[in-house]
């Protein structure tokens, strides 16, 4: 435990956080050989302010799922999560569920790839250890969740979740973990917002 504390001598919230976003033109994050070693502390990314020792509740994401209503416009995520859990129900039944775990990153290189994203820079990095070291967990790179802008993503997505199961990828690893996890500390907060080209200042003319 950081700092010389326990569990039980620090302030505890509890709080529920989604799930990795959307993966069109990621850069590929540094290469992390699939079940090399499993690291002491992770790096999560959250969309709000958390404190030393809050927990994490795994399973959240699949809640928020099971929320979504037909007027959200949420299909494409719903669908994406749908393929995913039957494949590894049907294909990897070892593998812990999506919907019922929580989605860390191995290294804060990692954390700043997934929080560079131009639809999840509101999102905050926290160093956070599991609650559970022994639970069931996966390794998947986490860009084979999604699927091309202008793909034909219902036949796609499929091998996508086949590859993402696999434990396939090019780097951008994310841990699937059925365990809480506890808040270390907080590593940064979002980074600045980018304009975009067409919206930038023009010089002026002399």
């Not at 099971?66 to 669908?79: H, T």
């Not at 804060?108 to 639809?119: R, S, V």
């Not at 967990?137 to 793909?151: I, K, L, Q, Y």
Request: aromatic letters at 10%; glycine letters at 10%; hydrophobic letters at 35%.
């Amino acid at each position: 435990m950081r700092g010389g504390g326990t569990a039980d001598s620090r302030p505890v919230s509890v709080v529920g956080v989604g799930a990795p976003g959307s993966g069109c033109a990621i850069q590929p994050g540094p290469r992390l050989k699939r079940g090399e070693y499993m690291p002491e502390t992770f790096f999560h990314c959250a969309p709000i302010l958390l404190g030393e020792g809050s927990i994490i509740r795994r399973g959240n994401w699949g809640r928020i799922i099971r929320l979504y209503q037909n007027q959200w416009g949420s299909y494409p995520v719903a669908f994406r999560e749908r393929v995913l859990e039957d494949i590894r129900s049907q294909e990897f039944p070892s593998k812990p569920s999506r919907l019922n775990s929580l989605f860390l990153l191995p290294d804060l290189h990692g954390a700043e790839t997934y929080q560079n994203h131009p639809e999840r820079r509101s999102l905050i990095i926290y160093e956070v250890e599991l609650v559970n070291p022994n639970c069931a967990r996966h390794v998947g790179d986490w860009t084979f969740c999604f699927v091309d802008e202008n793909s034909f993503y219902f036949d796609e997505m499929l091998e996508h979740a086949r590859e993402y199961w696999r434990g396939e990828g090019a780097g951008n690893f994310e841990y699937v973990v059925e365990s809480d996890a506890r808040v270390l500390r907080k590593v940064d907060g979002p980074p600045p917002r980018m304009q975009r080209p067409d919206r930038l200042p023009k010089a002026r003319a002399n």
